[in-house]
Structures are given as C-alpha cells and as structure tokens.
C-alpha cells in the first residue's frame, strides 16, 4: 500500500528528470584572455530538442554588458575588392531543434564589455543566458591565453 503513494512521487521526479535531458545545453566554454577590458568568450550550445529554442541575452558578473555578435566580411569595391571584416551585435540567436550553434572565432562570439577586473588564466566565469519562455542557462567558461 506504501509502494502506491509513493509512486507519484516517483512520476514527478521522473518527470523532472526528463525534461532535465530535454534542455539546451553547452559544451567548450572559454573566454580569451586579453589586457583590455573587452574580451569575447566561445562555446558550442547543444538542443536535443523537436522545437528550436531562442535565447534573448547573456550576462555575466565580470563584466558591465555581454552581447552576441557575428563577425561578417563586406566586398566592397572602395577596397580595391576586398572584403571588410565588421562586427554585428545580434539581438539574438537561434538554437535549431537538434542541432548546436556553434560561438567561435572569426564566427558568432559572445562580447564582454566593460570587463570590471583582471582575469586570471584557468578561472572560472560564470555566463548566463537568457532563454525565451523564462529559462536560463548558466555555464562556467574557462579563462585562456589563447
């Protein structure tokens, strides 16, 4: 008679675990460390969901403001044909459904500006991202001299 109390209780903490697996995820978080106050960080975000998930900002302690940015390159005939790299802040970005969005180099990157105090290599800092429908995803990113 016990066993069949309890087993709501056991449906809920099933419940929870599940959709603990069915939420977006990071991997390879790192933030290159400069002498400047505005640094950038990079990782992969991972959706092993059916539905995209948008996320609408990030954030982070260290720093006054975190954007995304997209790193892009413009031929351009005042050139003499070659392109021009320019950064251009996202408002934000889009997980697909089963798929990863990839913040790299030379690609989609995350600013920190306004870095409030030195970094010191193999820190950790904490990156927080704001997800459309209330949820959040913090992620630690490691501080490297790369």
Known sequence: MKAFRLL?????????LVLAQNS????????????????????????????????????????????????RTVSSSDHGGHGETTMVPLRAVIVPARGKLEFKPGGKH?????????????????LVFRLEGGKSLTVQAVVKAQ
Do not use: C
């Open 110 to 126: 995350i600013m920190l500006l306004g870095v409030k105090r030195t970094l010191k290599e193999g820190e950790k800092v904490p």
């Open 8 to 16: 709501p209780y056991a449906l809920f903490l099933l419940g929870l």
């Open 24 to 71: 977006l995820t990071a991997q390879d978080a790192w933030i290159r460390l400069l002498p400047t106050p505005t640094l950038a960080a990079y990782l992969t975000l991972s959706n092993p969901t059916d539905k995209p998930i948008r996320v609408l900002g990030v954030s982070t302690p260290v720093a006054l403001r975190a954007e995304f940015h997209e790193t």
